[in-house]
């Protein structure tokens, strides 16, 4: 733009689109491919079983399905940050916004959930709460699987008349969460 040239405002606008498109598109991907891919298709359940088992160790062999979503997102930015045309900055939001579904699911999933590693104050929101039951509650199998979904985890269950259920869990995991709060100030 040093040229003179004006500012690419379609450019960012797609870009930006694109990039909010890429994160709600991503979890409807993860939604469909959880289920038909990796519970439904037994070479794909051979991996994903990883994570439905006690983890030995840091990994377990369903991190894979991390790569196999950034090794696109990463060409994807790197070819949209190396064209400098609508073209590229439509694949560099494309891009970006499957790498910022990749952190979310990531701090949501792994950290929140499993407690692979701490995530602050985050846990303490309503919305987290109810997206960490529901996956709680597909990790037990109860309603076949559901939710698939991560992010609207809570509106799959709630499409399936499980709503009042999660509500329940929910209540019990704050009341326990209050309760394990006040025995610890308690022995200070």
Not at 77 to 83: E, H, Q, R, S
Not at 130 to 145: L, P, S
Not at 155 to 181: F, M, N, T
Request: proline residues 7%; contains cysteine; negative net charge.
């Amino acid at each position: 733009m040093s040229d003179g040239a004006p500012f690419p405002w379609l450019d960012m606008a797609c870009t930006l689109a694109l990039v909010g498109g890429g994160v709600f598109g991503m979890e409807m991907w993860a939604r469909w491919a959880h289920k038909a891919l990796w519970h439904d298709f037994e070479p794909g359940w051979s991996l994903h079983k990883s994570h439905h088992e006690p983890r030995v160790g840091p990994f377990e062999a369903n991190d894979v399905y991390a790569l196999v979503n950034a090794i696109p997102a990463m060409g994807l930015c790197l070819y949209g940050f190396i064209t400098p045309s609508l073209a590229g900055s439509l694949c560099f939001g494309a891009g970006l916004g499957i790498t910022l579904f990749g952190i979310m699911y990531m701090f949501i999933h792994d950290g929140l959930v499993h407690r692979r590693f701490p995530v602050g104050p985050i846990a303490d929101l309503p919305s987290m709460k109810r997206i960490v039951v529901a996956h709680r509650i597909h990790h037990t199998e109860k309603y076949g699987g559901v939710p698939f979904g991560m992010f609207f985890g809570p509106q799959e269950l709630e499409a399936i008349g499980a709503g009042p259920e999660l509500d329940r869990l929910v209540a019990e995991a704050e009341a326990a969460s209050k309760r394990a709060a006040a025995a610890g100030s308690s022995s200070k």
